[in-house]
């Protein structure tokens, strides 16, 4: 993968050197007032603030290719002018910082006002090749979207976002990326479990590198508030910026975003799916205009399969957003945008075929993935269905691995499975998968290998060669993905002022697809002793 984007071997410049811009701030209205105190905005698409300083703010760590990506070289130091700049310490010249206005659904309901309330963009970043990134600092202080919360974000929240942000793209999954982590030393005080036990966590900041930021959410608090103007600003700001290709404001033109918003959404949540993502929070706010993963927080990965699992403490009754719902609750998000954008576009018609894009996308991209999961050419054939439904019952009836899973299912042995091989040698390359492997009672194991013949037969009517196939399932079957209790044993070094964990993983993580040798403890099933330990199988929102 290339992600040296800005010309091959450009040289890289400190960031106190590079010349920012400010597309955002300039273009849009801003609120008239800067009193940084918590209130509620109107007729602005932002407001400038500038971060709150820390004590003492230390460079923790530092992703190179986002650097690179940017044209940003690692600093020599820890804690020089960078660390200052991304800690929220020193603006540099020609940085002007804002925090932008949204509000959005959470939970389904409209929850009025959000907004940033502890991100701060700093600036936005232009490469050689004009493609433009903002710089947000999450954790930057308070900001007049804060409500009542202290602006500021946790260490163990910022390492699972810097590290999560960047083993989606690797794995190829769109997301925002993070180009640094810097410890405030500062603590900030939060309730983990919400049971009136507030402790002292150590803090930090991380920055956040997108496009853009901009969510559903932003779209919908103008429309909420009747702001038609700043609707129709805001629209033509991103379409312009973001989405040149689509040509100049009209009806038309916003009817070609929106279907395009339906189509990345659909193509982003078929990938969720294929790893086994759950991003745990799936509000209109945290919904990105691009189609990126954003706002990783209280998100994990599905490790024994079940279609009902959530991450998220604060939504373990209702389970609205667990991994089976992902797909739903886009479209729902979608038309939460679509009633934002109605002013802008008159015609349901254009609305209707935008939600039909997302259903055909998600249902292609979603069948193409599973084919590749399972290294057939296609799901098209009589009887691929009940395979499918087959399989997912089967991963259900046990605690099974779903990343282990699929990605030794090449590695049966397929090509000569018919009867001659006994059940239990036949089922030996996805056993790893199983939790308990002596919870596999003979009829368990029966349906297993019963299944494993039928999909033997299955392979072997596409007459793929098999190192081929291992080639492309490998592709579509990630040997290492971040599991939960895996960025909990990063956090817990990187508390003790040990960032080896952290950089191993986040090496390992770069090539998610490939064998590595000396790392397959990065690839094995959850240990026991993490089934139940806060923040390796459960999360709340605190964060
Ligand atoms: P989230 O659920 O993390 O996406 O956040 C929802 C809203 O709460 C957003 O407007 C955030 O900016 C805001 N928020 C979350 N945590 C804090 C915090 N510690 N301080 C201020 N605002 C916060
Ligand atoms: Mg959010």
Redo the contacts with the bound molecule.
């Keep these: 993968m290339n992600h040296r984007n800005f010309g091959f071997g450009a040289p890289l410049a400190d960031l106190c050197d590079v010349r920012f811009d400010n597309s955002f701030v300039r273009e849009l209205p801003a609120d008239p007032l800067l009193r940084n105190v918590p209130r509620p905005v109107r007729n602005a698409c932002y407001t400038r603030v500038d971060p709150t300083p820390v004590a003492n703010p230390r460079l923790l760590a530092w992703a190179d290719p986002v650097g690179e990506m940017l044209g940003i070289s690692r600093p020599d130091s820890a804690n020089g002018p960078v660390a200052e700049a991304l800690g929220g310490n020193r603006v540099l010249p020609g940085m002007q910082p804002y925090a932008a206005r949204y509000g959005g659904h959470q939970f389904g309901h409209w929850a009025g006002q959000?907004?940033?309330?502890?991100?701060i963009t700093l600036a936005e970043v232009v490469g050689a090749d004009g493609r433009r990134f903002d710089l947000q600092l999450k954790g930057a202080g308070r900001t007049p979207?804060?409500?009542t919360?202290?602006?500021?974000?946790v260490l163990r929240s910022s390492v699972r976002e810097f590290m999560c942000s960047e083993a989606m793209h690797y794995l190829g999954v769109p997301t925002t990326r993070a180009l640094s982590l810097v410890g405030t030393g500062e603590t900030v005080v939060r309730d983990m479990f919400y049971d009136g036990n507030p402790q002292a966590e150590p803090g930090a900041v991380v920055c956040r590198v997108a496009p853009t930021f901009v969510r559903f959410g932003n779209f919908e608090i103008h429309a909420a508030h009747g702001e038609r103007d700043l609707l129709k600003r805001l629209a033509d700001y991103v379409i312009g910026t973001h989405f040149p290709e689509l040509g100049e404001p009209s009806p038309a033109a916003y009817g070609r975003w929106f279907e395009e918003i339906c189509r990345r959404t659909a193509t982003l949540v078929a990938e969720w799916m294929r790893v086994g993502f759950v991003h745990g929070?799936m509000?209109t706010?945290?919904m990105s205009i691009l189609g990126l993963t954003i706002?990783y927080?209280p998100y994990g990965w599905l490790e024994g399969y079940d279609p009902h699992w959530t991450p998220n403490t604060t939504d373990a009754e209702g389970r609205r957003y667990c991994y089976a719902n992902q797909p739903g609750i886009a479209q729902w998000n979608l038309v939460r945008l679509a009633n934002a954008l109605a002013p802008l576009i008159q015609d349901t018609a254009i609305f209707e075929r935008g939600l039909d894009v997302f259903g055909d996308t998600f249902e292609l991209t979603s069948s193409r993935m599973l084919a590749g999961k399972l290294g057939v050419l296609a799901l098209d054939r009589e009887g691929d269905d009940t395979l499918l439904g087959e399989l997912f019952e089967l991963l259900q009836q046990v605690e099974t691995d779903m990343t282990l899973f699929f990605r030794n299912l090449a590695a049966l042995p397929v090509e000569g499975s018919d009867g001659t091989i006994g059940d239990s040698t036949l089922v030996e390359p996805v056993r790893c998968a199983f939790y308990d492997v002596a919870a596999l009672a003979p009829a368990q194991l029966g349906r297993l290998a019963g299944w494993v013949r039928r999909y033997a037969a299955r392979v072997r009517q596409d007459g793929v060669p098999r190192s081929e196939r291992i080639a492309s399932m490998n592709q579509a079957n990630p040997k290492y993905v971040l599991r939960n209790y895996q960025a909990q044993l990063a956090i817990d070094a990187l508390e003790n002022g040990d960032a080896s964990v952290l950089e191993r993983m986040m090496t390992v993580l770069q090539r998610p697809y490939d064998e590595q040798p000396g790392h397959d403890d990065l690839a094995e099933r959850r240990p026991e002793w993490a089934r139940h330990r806060a923040g390796c199988s459960a999360l709340s929102?605190s964060?």
């Design positions: 959000l907004g940033d309330g502890r991100a979207y804060s409500r919360a202290d602006g500021r974000a929070v509000n706010d945290n706002d927080g929102c964060s």
